[in-house]
């Protein structure tokens, strides 16, 4: 079951210049970075409790988000959902119709399990599902 919106993924070129504006010019703790090998990112993370904001940029200019930002400057990249059940979810979701980029979640940041809902499913919305790991953290 969906159980709150877990973070807002923001694309972005430079990552430590992000970084910085997010931390001495908005105030918000940094709590580090993670490089998700699996999804070829290096994340950075701001806990906005129950939420938060996550700053990706492409791990060794490859991937997804590597692809998102060779046609535009950064911006809102996904919403992500937490699922207290991930295999339940996207076996629900599966068969109200939504069509999924990958057959079944992978590893993400902190030891979780992440899906993304293809944009055509969500009105142009790049939608992922988290399940957290077993730290508790998305």
């Given at each position: ?45 701001f ?44 076996a629900?979701?599966?068969g ?43």
């Amino acid at each position: 079951m969906i159980t709150a919106l877990d973070h807002i993924a923001v694309a972005v070129p430079d990552l430590e210049k992000a970084i910085k504006r997010f931390a001495e010019d908005f105030g918000l703790e940094f709590s580090g970075t993670e490089d998700v090998e699996a999804a070829k990112t290096s994340t950075a993370f701001f806990p906005l409790p129950p939420t938060s904001i996550e700053l990706v940029h492409p791990l060794n200019g490859a991937g997804p988000i590597a692809k998102f930002l060779e046609k535009r400057p950064g911006g809102l990249h996904h919403l992500c959902f937490r699922s207290d059940d991930i295999d339940a979810d996207v076996a629900r979701l599966k068969g109200l119709g939504y069509e999924f980029l990958a057959d079944e979640p992978a590893p993400g940041a902190h030891g979780s399990r992440v899906i993304f809902i293809h944009p055509r499913s969500c009105d142009g919305v790049l939608v992922e599902i988290n399940q957290p790991g077993p730290d508790g953290h998305g």
